[in-house]
């Protein structure tokens, strides 16, 4: 914010804001209301010159009610697989299509690049270390195998969440009776529960179980498997 007060027009830009901090969240409250940021350690609200705010988020529904009212929202079109093999391709080291395409289909569910790069980016390791100088499918493989990377892309923590979640049945009273509504836990019993570590699960966990239609927020519920996930993933209860 020193550059944005120093740089009249400046572009601020906030990536995954909705994992802001309380105390930051109130600073950006003031920005967006009155144009104004309190700045550490000095008593008053400082006056800043104009400037152009941008927010990303993966996960809108994490967002705080009060920041949806303050932007103009504007949905991406998730990228299509042809769009994310090129992506894979514009990287420094070389990569065949075929073989961009078989991370893409393992990945593509986001829309995003970042699953496929941070597959690439695995591939690339293990091709330096046979002295290739290409990507090749047998780096594809070897980044499948090792990461236990199934059909929907999903790692082996990825599965343990899942696991860990068919463990917590949620059920509801109907006529004095107790009906199954869901399986779900808080975001740390999911952790906790799982063994995985909370910024990995908010960071790329549960976005890879949420694009793939596996995981849903539920009021009163919090982390709850879908349908798909239950059906897809019946193996996993009761192991």
């Not at 992506?87 to 893409?104: C, E, G, S």
């Not at 949420?210 to 239950?230: D, F, S």
Request: glycine share 8%.
């Amino acid at each position: 914010m020193r550059r944005v007060v120093e740089t009249p027009g400046s572009v601020l830009f906030v990536d995954e804001i909705h994992d802001l901090l309380g105390a930051h969240t109130r600073k950006l409250y003031l920005v967006l209301e009155e144009g104004r940021y309190q700045f550490r350690g000095e008593p008053h609200p400082v006056e800043l010159p104009p400037v152009t705010l941008l927010g990303a988020t993966t996960d809108y529904g994490a967002l705080h009610p009060a920041l949806k009212r303050r932007w103009i929202k504007h949905v991406f079109e998730p990228a299509k697989p042809e769009q994310l093999v090129g992506y894979v391709q514009r990287r420094p080291f070389p990569i065949a299509t075929d073989v961009a395409r078989r991370i893409v289909d393992r990945t593509k569910f986001s829309g995003a690049p970042w699953e496929a790069l941070e597959v690439y980016r695995m591939a690339v390791t293990s091709a330096k270390g046979r002295g290739g100088a290409a990507v090749e499918d047998a780096d594809v493989d070897r980044v499948f195998t090792l990461q236990k990377m199934d059909a929907l892309g999903l790692r082996w923590l990825d599965r343990r969440v899942i696991q860990a979640l068919f463990t917590q049945p949620k059920y509801r009273r109907v006529d004095g009776e107790l009906v199954f509504e869901c399986y779900a836990a808080s975001e740390l019993n999911t952790c906790t529960l799982a063994g995985v570590d909370k910024g990995e699960y908010r960071e790329a966990i549960r976005p890879r179980l949420m694009t793939r239609g596996l995981l849903q927020v539920r009021p009163y519920y919090g982390q709850a498997l879908t349908e798909k996930a239950i059906e897809t993933y019946s193996d996993l209860k009761g192991t």
